[in-house]
C-alpha cells in the first residue's frame, strides 16, 4: 500500500517562505514523476509544479522564479520551496506521484493536502 503524506503547509505574511514535503511510504516500487497541484476555494485544481526522475522541471507561470520543486529519490521525497508568496498563492496544496509497480499500470497517488494560506 502506498501513501503520501505532506507536511509544511501554514500561514504566512505576504513576501515570506514556506517550504513543503512529500514523502511516500511502502515498498516494491518505483517512482517516476513527482508534482505538486492547488486548488484555492471556488477554482480548479492546477499544476503548480512538476519534476521527472531525471530532474527536467516545469512550473506554473504564475511561480516561476519564486518556486522552485525538488526531489530526494533515495528517501522518496519531494519538495516545494516557496519564496515570495503572495496572497493569491493561498490553497490547499496536493503533492502527486507516479507510482510503477512490476505487472501493475503506473497510477498516480496524492497526498492529503496541506493548506497554504497567505496573509496580505
Known amino acids: 500500500q502506498v501513501q503520501l503524506v505532506e507536511s509544511g503547509g501554514g500561514l504566512v505574511q505576504a513576501g515570506g517562505s514556506l517550504r513543503l514535503s512529500c514523502t511516500a511510504s511502502?515498498?516494491?516500487?518505483?517512482?517516476?514523476?513527482m508534482g505538486w497541484y492547488r486548488q484555492a476555494p471556488g477554482k480548479q485544481r492546477e499544476l503548480v509544479a512538476r519534476?521527472?526522475?531525471?530532474?527536467?522541471?516545469n512550473y506554473a507561470d504564475s511561480v516561476k522564479g519564486r518556486f522552485t520543486i525538488s526531489r530526494d529519490n533515495a528517501k522518496k521525497t519531494e519538495y516545494l520551496q516557496m519564496n515570495s508568496l503572495k496572497p493569491e498563492d493561498t490553497a490547499v496544496y496536493y503533492c502527486?506521484?507516479?507510482?510503477?509497480?512490476?505487472?501493475?499500470?503506473?497510477?498516480?497517488?496524492w497526498g492529503q493536502g496541506t493548506q497554504v494560506t497567505v496573509s496580505s
Open positions: 519534476i521527472t526522475r531525471d530532474g527536467t522541471t
Open positions: 511502502g515498498s516494491g516500487f518505483s517512482i517516476g514523476a
Open positions: 502527486s506521484m507516479e507510482i510503477n509497480r512490476v505487472g501493475y499500470r503506473s497510477r498516480d497517488y
